[in-house]
T-cell receptor, first 112, second 114 residues
Framework: EDKVVQSPLSLVVHEGDTVTLNCSYEVTNFRSLLWYKQEKKAPTFLFMLTSSGIEKKSGRLSSILDKKELSSILNITATQTGDSAIYLCAALRGGGADGLTFGKGTHLIIQP | KAGVTQTPRYLIKTRGQQVTLSCSPISGHRSVSWYQQTPGQGLQFLFEYFSETQRNKGNFPGRFSGRQFSNSRSEMNVSTLELGDSALYLC?????????????FGPGTRLTVL
């Protein structure tokens, strides 16, 4: 059974800190890994990673995939209160049975 | 461009009843995926429809079913509701198959089963 595990489950930091969120996966015929940010209701897409070792960056957020270690990290530098959210990672499997397996998320709280 | 819309936003049902949820994808998107989100289990994949065909199905009982119409709008049906079906049901649309690119999520339907 496909599995995605995120850590930590929750994290409280102060504004300006840098945080690293972890995601590990065990997915048959792994194709790609995706990160989402969920505030209130609908998750919003952050990154999709398919190649190992290549960092994707968007402003203060960056992510990298390590296929050897079956893991990914999401970094947020100079955190702001608006970064408070649940961060979800999801692994996509291929091989004719596409589907996303989500982790339970990391609940990040940024204190002013 | 209008986003993904879901109706209704909130629903209260009793055990044994059935429910139909609706999802309208972003114009031009052909894939609609459905997910169930609960505090204990997180986000779980239900099924994906692409061009009116179910492409993938998650590990849910047959009480959960869906369909997609020619305009890409999708409905999800849950029959014989159980207390454990209480959850936030999210749909997401994408141009191609889920996971091949960005998925856009709707605001969700909060279902409460009493």
């Amino acid at each position: 059974e496909d599995k995605v595990v995120q850590s930590p489950l929750s994290l409280v930091v102060h504004e300006g800190d840098t945080v690293t969120l972890n995601c590990s996966y065990e997915v048959t015929n792994f194709r790609s890994l995706l990160w989402y940010k969920q505030e209130k209701k609908a998750p919003t897409f952050l990154f999709m990673l398919t190649s190992s070792g290549i960092e994707k960056k968007s402003g203060r957020l960056s992510s990298i995939l390590d296929k050897k270690e079956l893991s990914s990290i999401l970094n947020i530098t100079a955190t702001q209160t608006g970064d408070s959210a649940i961060y979800l990672c999801a692994a996509l499997r291929g091989g004719g049975a596409d589907g996303l397996t989500f982790g339970k998320g990391t609940h990040l709280i940024i204190q002013p | 461009k209008a986003g993904v819309t879901q109706t209704p936003r909130y629903l209260i049902k009793t055990r044994g009843q059935q429910v139909t949820l609706s999802c309208s994808p972003i114009s031009g998107h052909r894939s609609v995926s459905w997910y169930q989100q609960t505090p204990g289990q997180g986000l779980q994949f239900l099924f994906e429809y692409f061009s009116e065909t179910q492409r993938n199905k998650g590990n849910f009982p047959g009480r959960f079913s869906g369909r997609q119409f020619s305009n890409s709008r999708s409905e999800m049906n849950v029959s014989t509701l159980e207390l454990g079906d209480s959850a936030l049901y999210l749909c997401a649309s994408s141009l191609g198959l889920a996971g091949q690119g960005e998925q856009f999520f709707g605001p969700g339907t909060r279902l409460t089963v009493l």
